[in-house]
């Protein structure tokens, strides 16, 4: 399963393959599962990884796999990368079962592009959620409300309902429990306020260097929003950083599934042109 709103995924999956395997007189002889990962890739997924490493060794102590769906072998990018790791199997004298398609994995024709067909639904899925996530995601940002990421030195997150009651602060590391409500920034404490107000004038007005402008912070015992040291480069945040005029800017960088690499499976960041970002 992929995200922790779907908690009882792996079990509802479980009862449809003890079904299977009971029709079919099968005795279970273990189980794989890996709660809360993505299917686009093998990285993270570590139990895959592991049914994998047994089937290669040739030491398997079983001669067939039951799995949900195609899309629970992996919603993978490119649809070799599927059937590579089902042939893995298939090569080592283990077949594969989907329990709950429609067709038996017979190795037909019409099994045979059935399974092509759902593996490329699988990875098109991912895509197109992704954009519609994105867009989402964006829509959010122009009402007003914060997505994701620690508020800031001088800010805090409050916590409003949807029909934009206040409800309260967030403290680090506290969420929203309730989908429906948002976060937006608010001013935080009055002497963060003043402090931001004076590093600004420290660096338009005094000329002081980001480096400057930390070691007399630091001297005057004040830490930074997470309670660390200043350092030039959270001075330069501070400086740098829309926020502090009230501008939320938002997909300033991209990690699309489409950029990942094809090799590790790990997303790559790359910048967005400025014509994406969203303020």
Not at 115 to 144: D, H, P, T, W
Not at 153 to 178: M, T, V
Not at 219 to 228: F, N, Q, S, V
Request: proline content about 3%.
């Amino acid at each position: 399963m992929s995200t922790e709103h779907q908690k009882y995924s792996t079990q509802n999956q479980m009862g449809i393959i003890q079904r299977y395997a009971s029709d079919k007189g099968f005795e279970l002889k273990g189980v794989f599962h890996d709660d809360g990962k993505s299917g686009v890739s093998l990285n993270g997924r570590d139990d895959l990884k592991r049914l994998f490493e047994i089937v290669t060794s040739g030491k398997a102590e079983f001669k067939h796999i039951l799995v949900y769906d195609v899309s629970r072998w992996g919603r993978f990018q490119d649809p070799d990368e599927a059937a590579y790791y089902e042939f893995q199997c298939k090569r080592a004298g283990i077949k594969i079962h989907y329990c709950a398609e429609m067709f038996p994995n017979d190795g037909s024709l019409v099994s045979t592009l059935t399974k092509g067909i759902k593996r490329v639904m699988a990875g098109e899925y991912l895509r197109e959620l992704s954009c519609k996530v994105l867009f989402g995601q964006c829509n959010l940002i122009r009402r007003g409300f914060k997505q994701s990421g620690f508020a800031g030195y001088g800010l805090r997150r409050a916590l409003i309902d949807e029909a934009r009651n206040f409800k309260g602060i967030l403290k680090h590391k506290e969420w929203k429990s309730i989908t429906t409500d948002r976060i937006t920034l608010v001013r935080g404490p009055d002497e963060e306020v003043e402090n931001v107000k004076w590093i600004y004038r420290m660096f338009t007005e005094e000329h002081k260097h980001e480096k400057k402008i930390a070691e007399i912070l630091n001297k005057k015992g004040i830490l930074t929003d997470l309670e660390r040291e200043w350092t030039p480069s959270t001075v330069k945040q501070v400086l740098t950083n829309e926020k502090y005029i009230g501008n939320s800017v938002f997909n300033k960088r991209t990690q699309r599934i489409e950029i990942q690499d094809p090799v590790s499976g790990k997303k790559r960041s790359l910048p967005n042109p400025k014509d994406q970002w969203v303020r």
